[in-house]
Nanobody
Framework: QVQLVESGGGSVQAGGSLRLYCAAS????????MGWFRQAPGKEREGVAT????????AFPDSAKGRFTISRDSTKNTVTLQMDSLKPEDAAMYYC????????????????????WGQGTQVTVVS
């Protein structure tokens, strides 16, 4: 069964750090483009990090550059999002996503480019 399960969310003070985990089953993250997205109430889902299927390339929006890091562990079949220097505006539900069916043009940080999603984990940043 194909599944993505996020964990690691919680409440943190502004300036603090959190590490989010995404455990995948039913497919292999090591040959799949993976991404992390977030969605705050009343806002669109936005991409905050992505790692290529080869694991050699990562990308972040300006809002996350220098603060967020994405990595994967092929032995555990997991993807991790390390978030540092958190700001109140980082508060949102965070989702792990996989692009399991590649093909055609796509944008790496656009939600519609991904076909498999987890249930999300909540991140709260207290100022």
């Amino acid at each position: 069964q194909v599944q993505l399960v996020e964990s690691g969310g919680g409440s943190v003070q502004a300036g603090g750090s959190l590490r989010l985990y995404c455990a995948a089953s039913g497919f292999t993250v090591s040959n799949t483009r993976m991404g992390w997205f977030r969605q705050a109430p009343g806002k669109e889902r936005e991409g905050v990090a992505t790692i290529s299927s080869t694991g050699t390339t990562t990308a972040f929006p300006d809002s996350a550059k220098g603060r967020f890091t994405i990595s994967r562990d092929s032995t555990k079949n997991t993807v991790t999002l390390q978030m540092d220097s958190l700001k109140p505006e980082d508060a949102a539900m965070y989702y792990c996503a996989a692009r399991r069916f590649p093909g055609g043009s796509y944008s790496t940080l656009t939600a519609s480019s991904y076909d498999t999603w987890g249930q999300g984990t909540q991140v709260t940043v207290v100022s």
